[in-house]
C-alpha cells in the first residue's frame, strides 16, 4: 500500500512563505492499493488529486471514504474534476450523521444557494454508501468497486476473493455527531485513519483495540499540550488531541508507525517541526504528515 498526503490541515486551509513544508490544504489522502484508488477525506488536497488522477488517464475511477462532514473534510468536493467525467466510477461512503444518510448529507452540502453544482451536476456514476459501525467494504478479486459487507449478517462474499478490506468504527470524541475511523487492510498490512478525535483519559480503549497492530496509525495531533490547556480559550472538548495522546494510542495499540495529522492552521512549518522533534524524543517511529510525503506500508 501507498499512503500519499495531499492535505494534511485541520480546520481551514492557509498559504505563505511559513507553510511551504507542511503544506496548506486540509484533510486529504490517497491510498494505492492492489491497484486500486482510495481517497480518505475530501478537503481541498482532494483539488490535488484530481490533477493526479488526470495524470494517470482513464480509468479515472475511486473510491471516497469520509470520516464525517465539517467542511475542511468536503472543502475539495466541488473542484473534483473526475467526478464531472461521465464514464468516470465512483464509490463515496461515509457514516450516518445528524440522523442523515450519505445522500442526505451531499444534497445538503451542495445545496442551493451555496454550492454552484449539484450533485446531478456530477456525471460520473456513483454509488453512495451510507455506513455504520457493522459495515465493511470488501474489494474483492477483480473488482474495482468495493461490496457494502454487514457483519451482523450471515450472508458474505466468498472470503478467499477478499483483496482489500476497509473496517470501519464510530469515534465519539468529535462534536456533535463523531467521526468514522478506518482501518484498510491489505496482504497483511494495515493502515488506520483516525483524524478528528479527542483522546479520553487512558487512552480511547476502543480505538486501541481497532488499531491493534497496524503498520500506520494516522492520528489527530492538532494541539499542542500547552494551547489544549491554555488561555485565552481552551480547546478542550473541541474534537481534536494532542500529540502526547496519540502517541499515547500509538503506544497502547502496538503500531509500527505514527503520523501526526490535522495540524493546527496557526502552526507554521517551525511549529510542527517542534511539534514532530517532541513526538520523535518520545519515540522515534512518530512523524508529523506533510503535504507531497509517500509511505509505503
Ligand atoms: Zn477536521
Ligand atoms: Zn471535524
Redesign the pocket.
Known sequence: MIVEFFGVR??HSVTGPNFQKFGGNTSCLLLTVAGRRIVLDAGTGLINVAKRVFQAGPPFDATLLL????H??LAGLSYYGPLFVPSAKYTIAGPRMGGLSLPQVLDAYLAQPFSPFQPDDMAASKTLLTLAERHELWFLRGQAAPVLVDTTEPARPDASELEVRVRTLTGLG??RNG?MFYRIEHDGRSVVYA??TEGFGGGDQRLVRFAQGADLLIHDAMYTEAKYTGAPVPPQGW??STPEMALEIARQAGVKQLCLF?HDPVNDDAAVEKIEAAAQAVWPAAFAAREGLAVTV
Open positions: 485541520g480546520s470520516s464525517h462532514y465539517h475542511d473534510h468529535h462534536p467521526v483524524t478528528d474534537g481534536h490535522h
